[in-house]
């Protein structure tokens, strides 16, 4: 990219990140330019098997649990493993060249080297428990690979793997350019994106959480729940994928649907994942809203998890209520995505 380019992408982030918070209204509803949050078309999963979840791997082996008291984490918004190129393959798509190819082998190759990342104790501890978002399922842009399942076939691990459910055919709208980088998912692509957790440890009452949307009906946005042993207690963990559009008042209406199913546990919780929090003002403000409700994290605000055309953003967050947290840190270099793995140990508090 041009350096005039760049220049002038950071004074439109920068004016991006010097937005005014969207205030919410009483009730929960937001101020919106355009719409109120509501629920998407066709998103109906109640009739849909096992609504959407699907647990794979099955044959692979859980280590002996037990009683668990410490785990490593790890969140990964793994982008369909296309690599790091967000912006440029984005500009190189309006004039016609879509990269990389042969998009199949370039999504294994990838895979291959984040599995690597996630079990050579190199640039992170190998997790208990890794959270993936953007795992997309058998789509083009992913050269058909199941994202999830492959990552988790060569660690040798279980996975859930949560659909988003892209609506089929339904056109994306106009939205601001900065975020119109990101490659779609064909109109009637047969396949699907979601998040997915991949794991060591035993797996109860997962759920599905679909987000409130404003204008992004062609881009649900979902987190899921699971349940597992730690120590004597019962640790809730939610993995989640906050929508980028919009507001600051949208992502804190998302975030407050996740707070709020986390809640309904007594016991530790952990909520990890693609907080989408790119620009300052909104990295303090979801940092501010998940403190006041009880969670911590270790990660200073402002930490780099994201990274385009020379641009660097806090995106993606580990927060944690009645648990402690010793190492932590974030996974560089790794050029599977434009987002970095984000990892801690957790112990009983």
Known sequence: MRRKDR?????LFWSYSSEPTSPLLTHGLLKHHSAVATASPDMDFSARPNQGIEIGNQTAPHPAAGKRSSLILASYNIRYAVGRHLIQSGLLRKVGYNFPRPRPEAVARNIQTAARAFSDNVLLPPPDILALQEADKETGRAGGQHVAARLAGQLGVPYVHVGAGIPRGVEPKQREWWLDFEEQIALQDAGDTGVAILTKIPLADITRIDLPWHDCAWRPRLAMGATIDFGEDKLRLFNVHIDPH????????????????????VGPSVILG????????????IRKLMESRGYTTPFQTGTATWRGAGLRFHADWIFVRDVKIGRWGVARPLNVSDHWPIWAEIGIS
Request: a positive charge; charged letters at 20%.
């Open 7 to 11: 220049r002038l992408l950071r004074l």
């Open 246 to 265: 919009g507001p600051l008042g949208n992502q804190h209406q998302q975030t407050e649907t996740v707070l709020g199913h986390a809640g309904q546990h």
């Open 274 to 285: 693609d907080f989408n929090t790119l620009s300052k003002t909104k990295a303090l403000e």
